[in-house]
């Protein structure tokens, strides 16, 4: 059962933590910090997992008076700092524990020691970052974003398990672990763990015959996390053991929620029963996002570095070859770097040389959209003046929407310069076109081969 004082222990040192970065290097916080958690919070005292004995160490020595004046002020009132390790035994508990002293209010140093029993599974490993305020939602992920929503308030009940699975770099971690922060930051016991670290705990639980401590920690928990899954397809001890975890945690209503890079139907080495376990739940694609999405991501990340980046620079950095969204940080990244090693402003060019060197060469971006316009139209038997008119019959408008596809897509043009080529219309007309020919391309497989052909052709000018 989930009491009070659980959930009241994360949420106050969740605040510490937050006024402690304020304080500190992000490289001591992320050393110090990552994988803590406080599971109980007392009259006198808050009680916090650590996951490391040097983390530990730290918390209690030189920051332990920073920690102990901002509890103070988080808390508004005198708090003991107790910090502790999960392998911590009762008997080490015991004997670790400090005596009482008159005063233990004066000195900070003696309340960093281990006072209480360790929980029966380490805190969450979550990325700090990786949270629901921080992820960018779009047509790409809105499923699987709505369903994690979904889960964060009613655990174990809807979608369960939920099931996401996508290319790499296109956010499944980040939303797997966003919805972990929110169930933990109900006081619920959530595990974090990607398929290679089970695996490595069941080799090891085996070969030390220690099988039923690693049962036992899995299946006391209220939500496992467990990222790529298809890596474990084939390890028969692997499996056999995640089969029995998923069936207790999935018959205690505990939440099960898990990530592939494909469906689990297309993963050859699993076996039928997990496999049909796996897909009682809801399964939920994160796709590469669209360019609308990608350019979004770029905005909210630009706005994050001091430097100025032109909009036209954003929307060539949101072409095709960036399609997942650590490509385009890669991209972004690399590009502020450059700026300000050369000491330049961010401009096409410069954007041109950054993605050359991150992506290969990506096409040519000079060019011109009568190119463009020639070749669609040639390719659709009509003339490129048809197109650049106001006919908004389907055999002009298609193929004028295909052109805005590819100008975006192919060229250095921003969406005001490629609605100037095709006869002055803005770029929410341009935006929409692009977005027909991008829903045509999820459902039409004809249709993607002849994109590619004239891509080919644009490429080979």
């Not at 937050?18 to 992320?30: G, K, Q, V």
């Not at 056999?240 to 990530?259: C, S, V």
């Not at 929410?428 to 249709?447: A, K």
Request: aromatic share 6%.
């Amino acid at each position: 059962m989930i009491t009070p004082g659980a959930l009241s222990a994360y949420g106050a040192w969740r605040q510490i933590c937050r006024r402690a970065r304020t304080h500190l290097s992000p490289t001591l916080f992320r050393a110090s910090f990552v994988g803590t958690v406080g599971v109980e919070l007392r009259a006198d005292a808050l009680v916090v997992m650590v996951p490391g004995v040097p983390a530990r160490e730290r918390l209690q020595g030189q920051l332990c008076a920073l920690l102990t004046a901002l509890a103070q002020r988080t808390l508004h009132r005198p708090l003991a700092l107790h910090f502790i390790n999960p392998t911590a035994s009762t008997a080490s508990v015991r004997r670790s524990a400090p005596r009482p002293q008159a005063d233990v209010a004066e000195r900070p140093a003696a309340r960093a020691s281990v006072v209480a029993v360790a929980p029966a599974i380490p805190p969450p490993n979550l990325n700090p970052r990786y949270t629901f305020a921080t992820f960018i939602v779009g047509e790409s992920n809105r499923l699987a974003y709505a369903a994690g929503q979904n889960i964060a308030t009613m655990p174990g009940h809807t979608y369960n398990p939920l099931f996401l699975y996508g290319g790499v770099g296109l956010g499944k971690t980040h939303l797997l672990m966003a919805i972990g922060h929110a169930l933990a930051e109900q006081g619920l016991r959530v595990a974090y763990v990607t398929s290679e670290t089970f695996t490595n705990e069941i080799v090891d639980a085996i070969q030390h015959n220690t099988q039923e401590s690693f049962r036992g920690r899995y299946r006391v928990i209220d939500a496992l996390l467990i990222d790529d899954i298809q890596f474990i397809g084939g390890k028969e001890r692997t499996e056999e053991e995640f089969f029995h975890t998923f069936n207790a945690l999935h018959n205690a209503n505990k939440q099960i929620i898990i990530t592939s890079d494909r469906l689990p139907r297309t993963i050859p080495t699993l076996h039928e029963r997990l496999r049909s376990r796996i897909e009682w739940g809801l399964m939920a694609d994160v796709a590469a996002p669209d360019f609308a999405h990608r350019l979004e991501i770029l905005h909210i990340k630009a706005a994050e570095v001091a430097i100025a980046i032109p909009p036209i620079v954003l929307e060539y950095l949101a072409r095709p070859e960036g399609s997942s969204v650590r490509q385009l940080e890669g991209a972004l990244n690399r590009l502020v770097m450059m700026a300000h090693t050369r000491g330049s402003a961010v401009t096409l060019a410069l954007a041109a040389t950054a993605l050359r060197e991150c992506f290969g060469e990506r096409g040519r971006i000079d060019l011109s959209p009568s190119v463009v316009l020639d070749l669609v139209a040639n390719h659709y038997h009509v003339s490129a003046d048809e197109m650049l008119g106001k006919g908004r019959v389907r055999t002009i408008a298609w193929p004028r929407q295909v052109a805005m596809y590819l100008l975006r897509e192919e060229t250095e043009n921003s969406l005001a310069q490629i609605g100037a080529a095709l006869g002055g219309r803005d770029h929410t007309t341009i935006m929409h076109g692009c977005e027909q020919v991008t829903e045509m391309l999820r459902t039409d497989e004809q249709f993607g081969r002849e994109i590619e052909t004239l891509r080919a052709a644009l490429r080979s000018l």
